[in-house]
Nanobody, 126 residues
């Protein structure tokens, strides 16, 4: 069974940091671009960051630039999202997703993603 599992969410104070992990089971991630998305209550899902299958290309939402870093360790079949300088507006459920697309693609178009995790809650208190 193909599965993505997010971990690392939690409650953190404004200005703090968290590192989210996205681990795959049932398939290897090295053929997939990975995206991180988030959805806050009452808001639409939005892309946060994505990384191509070999890690050569990354994209970030404006809200994430300079604060978040996406990386991958294909040997561990895991992708990470390091989040620093967290703000209350970063509060959301964070999802990772896998895109079996062109080798160098790193898109934040959710429709391109084939597999999704169940999400991990991130709460930033002021």
């Amino acid at each position: 069974q193909l599965q993505l599992v997010e971990s690392g969410g939690g409650l953190v104070q404004s200005g703090g940091s968290l590192r989210l992990s996205c681990a795959a089971s049932g398939f290897t991630l090295d053929h997939y671009a990975i995206g991180w998305f988030r959805q806050a209550p009452g808001k639409e899902r939005e892309g946060v960051a994505c990384i191509s299958s070999r890690g050569g290309s990354t994209n970030y939402a404006d809200a994430a630039k300079g604060r978040f870093t996406i990386s991958r360790d294909n040997a561990k079949n895991t992708v990470y999202l390091q989040m620093n300088s967290l703000k209350p507006e970063d509060t959301a459920v964070y999802y990772c997703a896998a895109d079996y697309g062109p080798l160098f693609r790193a898109t934040m178009a959710a429709r391109e993603y084939d597999y999704w995790g169940q999400g991990t809650q991130v709460t930033v208190s002021s």
